[in-house]
Every structure is written in C-alpha cells, then in structure tokens.
C-alpha cells in the first residue's frame, strides 16, 4: 500500500530558486561572442546577470542606469560619475569583465568593478548554470587577480545610492 501525497502539499516543501536573467547590451547581436563590463543584481526576488560588450557602456554604474531605466526605476546623475536612485529592492553583489566565445562553448570572468567590488565567483558559477541554455551549457574560466595588491576596497550594497 502507498501513501500519496497530493501536489499542493508538495509545493511549500521543495525549496524554489529565484529565476536567473540575463540580459546583454550590445550595439550588434553577438552571434559569436563579446567581452566587456557585467554586473551581477537582485531586484524583487530576480537575480540578474547583465552583460555590456565593449563600446557600449563605459562604466559598472552606467550598465546599472540602463537596467534602472528599462525597470521604470527612479534615478538621476549627481555627477557625470555618481548615480543615485530610490529603489530599495535592488542588492548588486558585485561586477567585473568578462568575455564570451560561443563557438568554443567558453565564458570567462575576471577583475572587479571600483563601485561595487569583485563578484563572488561561487555565486556566478551557480547563477551560470542555473540561467538555462545557452549559459548553462558555457565552460567557467575566473580568472584571479594579478596580484595581492590589485584587490580593490570592500564592495558596495547598491541599495539606494551608487557612486
């Protein structure tokens, strides 16, 4: 004899993720691939990757002012370099470059960003996998930073105000 147990007494018992976006700003479709700036975020129970190939944003903060903007999120520039917004619910853990090789199945991540520090490369390679084809499927290189002296200051919560 079995014990079943109907669905909806199975659902609060299975732990769910939060779903995994990522979104890439370029100025062409990168078919083969890209490099530049990304940036790892959560904003209402959403965590985003979002990836800026080289030439389109110049800075970590100007990438975070797109999204803002796409998100219908507050924001405004104090300075050319200071960016300060409302929203309350977004956490950037952290950011760097990276490049992509579709071809050769290949993504690497290395350096930080001088506003919101290094990502946490244990987070990303989760975030990675859990973000579905074609991300999932991508070989992880991080790289380390070049010396002990290259680590930057300890990073930011973005949760209100980014400089």
Partial sequence: MYNVVPDQEL??????????RVMIYSARQPTSGCAG????LELKH??????????????????L???????????RWVTPEQLEYDEG?????????FSVD????????????TV??????????????????PWSALRINIRQLSAPG??????????GKST
């Fill in 150 to 159: 290259d680590a930057r200051p300890e990073r930011q919560q973005a949760s």
């Fill in 102 to 113: 579709f071809a050769a199945s290949l993504i690497e991540f290395w350096d930080d960003s």
């Fill in 37 to 40: 700036k990304f940036l790892q």
């Fill in 116 to 133: 919101f520090g290094r990502f946490d490369p244990g987070q990303l390679i989760s975030q990675m996998r859990a973000a579905g084809p």
């Fill in 11 to 20: 659902r609060p018992m299975v732990q769910a993720r939060p779903p995994i």
């Fill in 89 to 97: 619910h977004v956490t950037v853990s952290g950011g760097g470059r």
């Fill in 65 to 75: 002012a797109r999204f803002l903007a796409e998100q219908s999120i507050s924001h």
């Fill in 46 to 63: 959403t965590t985003w990757l979002l990836f800026s190939s080289t030439g389109t944003h110049r800075f970590h903060n100007q990438i």
